[in-house]
């Protein structure tokens, strides 16, 4: 059974940095599409950033573009979410997600889901 597993989650201030990992296990995600997701309170749940599944191609969200970074380490079967210069409105659960799509940036598209990571910035 495939399983994604976040972590890093944490309270920072504002303008304070954090990285998110997520873990895979089951399979392997080096030939998946991955992305990052958040959902604020009363919020739908909205893009961040995702991987091609060659891992070639990287698309983020007009709001965190230039302060968080996507990457991955297939060796470990991980990816991460570098996050900087955070701002309150970066308050929200990050879920990690997998796609069977060469890329994917909507949540309909993604297969496989972790359980999520609080992530709380203060003003």
């Known amino acids: 059974q495939a399983l994604l597993v976040e972590s890093g989650g944490g309270l920072v201030q504002a303008g304070g940095s954090l990285r998110l990992s997520c873990a895979a296990s089951g399979r392997t995600f080096s030939s998946y599409a991955m992305g990052w997701f958040r959902q604020a309170p009363g919020k739908e749940r909205e893009f961040v950033a995702a991987?091609?599944?060659?891992?070639?191609?990287?698309y983020y969200a007009d709001s965190v573009k230039g302060r968080f970074t996507i990457s991955r380490d297939n060796a470990k079967n991980t990816v991460y979410l570098q996050m900087n210069s955070l701002h309150p409105e970066d308050t929200a659960v990050y879920y990690c997600?997998?796609?069977?799509?060469?890329?994917?940036?909507?949540?309909?598209?993604?297969?496989?889901w972790g359980q999520g990571t609080q992530v709380t910035v203060s003003s």
């Open positions: 991987f091609s599944w060659n891992g070639v191609n990287t």
């Open positions: 997600a997998a796609s069977y799509a060469p890329i994917a940036t909507t949540s309909a598209d993604y297969n496989y």
